[in-house]
């Protein structure tokens, strides 16, 4: 980093809203408060002469000006929805890969954290905290500015709410940042390390930046501190967590461009594509229906997994499970695993999804918001073309979960 002090005249540079600074052919790191004097130039940068004594805060565009305590507890989370801000985090990954230019083989891994067993040796640990790692684009300075604004439109047309960090700081204490990104000021492209702690007393000005040389680009999340009641309701078992999140993902999952998704319990990784294509993918169906003009694709699964009991159907919103219910509730003779063509036992489950749920979805992800005719003619809607369960259909109703 340079060390400003040691300057002995002002020098003429370029800075942008977050610190970035570009010094006569000299990267550099302004030590997060130096004070400027100079004209504006564009909305993002100024021109500016550096005095080596004064001080002063970079201006931040978008800075969150919300009441952070009160909004999270105005944010709903259901208890048995506990994974949510997990899956919260890891969609953010996906999405970071997906705005990725680098020519590279991405990743994300989800570690588990876990309390000490103390005296309960045989037991496994409760969760409390997850670390999530993607070589995605990271918290440049355009997605540093949406995660300061609240009820950002940066991911709008991905379905994104601008909400889902405040589900982070409901089922957790803190969240820790640290991100590696590469910047392009003026055609010349550098490295730079953002790093902040979001918590009740989060302000982004205190964020950390400064030039990371040679490291790799990649973002780290920590969700540290799983609240009650969340952590009680969290599976502890990795299998089953695994489950969970292929369920969650199964339509990010099945896409070929996909990235490796790996979880690291204890260290011992399992691969979420490998479940996906062992216990998902061999069976795998899909058809389309139509109510009032409105298009749904219906994808069946037969689960091959030990930890996979009950048959399900669960309602998706932008390639990401939203609501679900148990099929033996609707269909007889569900309360039980079925056997498949092969002698291997399986559950059934059924995701459907469609531009009408994409407009419905509350802003948490939570539940839909229709109207109850709308609501009235998916409960008597059968959808025929399924051969798993025959005329017996799989959209059967909303059944708030």
């Excluded at 679900?324 to 007889?332: A, C, I, R």
């Excluded at 008597?380 to 708030?400: A, V």
Aim: aromatic residues 10%; charged residues 25%; proline residues 3%.
């Amino acid at each position: 980093m340079l060390d400003l002090m040691s300057l002995q005249a002002p020098i003429s540079a370029r800075v942008n809203r977050y610190g970035h600074s570009k010094i006569e052919g000299n990267l550099a790191t302004f030590s997060n408060y130096s004070k400027i004097e100079g004209e504006l130039l564009q909305p993002d940068e100024v021109v500016l002469r550096v005095s080596i004594v004064d001080q002063i805060k970079p201006t931040q565009a978008g800075m969150l000006r919300t009441n952070l305590r009160n909004q999270i507890r105005q944010t709903p989370l259901p208890k048995w929805k506990s994974l949510l801000p997990l899956f919260e985090a890891v969609m953010n990954s996906f999405q970071a890969i997906q705005d990725s230019t680098a020519d590279r083989d991405h990743r994300i891994t989800i570690e588990i954290e876990r309390e000490d067993p103390g005296l309960f040796q045989d037991e496994t640990p409760a969760v409390k905290g997850f670390v999530i790692t993607d070589t995605g684009i990271g918290f440049d300075d355009d997605n540093f500015e949406s995660f300061n604004t609240a009820y950002s439109d940066h991911k709008y047309d991905r379905g994104g709410k601008g909400l889902g960090r405040f589900m982070w700081l409901k089922a957790f204490d803190r969240v820790h940042v640290t991100s590696v990104f590469q910047a392009n000021d003026g055609g010349e492209l550098s490295r730079w390390k953002r790093a902040f702690t979001f918590d009740f007393e989060y302000d982004p000005e205190f964020a950390s930046l400064a030039e990371a040389g040679s490291l790799k680009v990649q973002t780290v999340v920590r969700l540290e501190n799983f609240k009650r009641p969340y952590s009680e309701e969290c599976p502890r078992d990795v299998d089953q967590l695994a489950l969970r999140l292929a369920e969650h993902f199964i339509l990010v999952l099945m896409n070929q461009d996909c990235p490796s998704v790996d979880i690291i319990d204890r260290g011992t990784k399992t691969s979420l594509n490998k479940v996906y294509r062992d216990h998902f993918e061999k069976y795998a169906s899909d058809s389309s229906f139509t109510i009032r003009d409105r298009t749904f694709t219906i994808h069946g699964f037969r689960l091959t997994a030990p930890r996979a009991t009950k048959h399900k159907l669960i309602y998706a919103a932008n390639s990401r499970g939203v609501l679900s219910e148990m099929l033996d509730k609707f269909v007889p003779n569900l309360s039980s695993k079925l056997q498949n063509v092969d002698g291997k036992s399986f559950a059934y489950l059924a995701v459907v999804q469609g531009d009408y749920l994409n407009d419905k979805v509350n802003n948490f992800r939570t539940d839909f918001g229709m109207s109850e005719d709308t609501e009235e003619e998916l409960l008597r809607y059968r959808h025929k073309g399924d051969s798993t369960f025959g005329n017996q259909g799989c959209l059967n109703r909303f059944h708030r979960t």
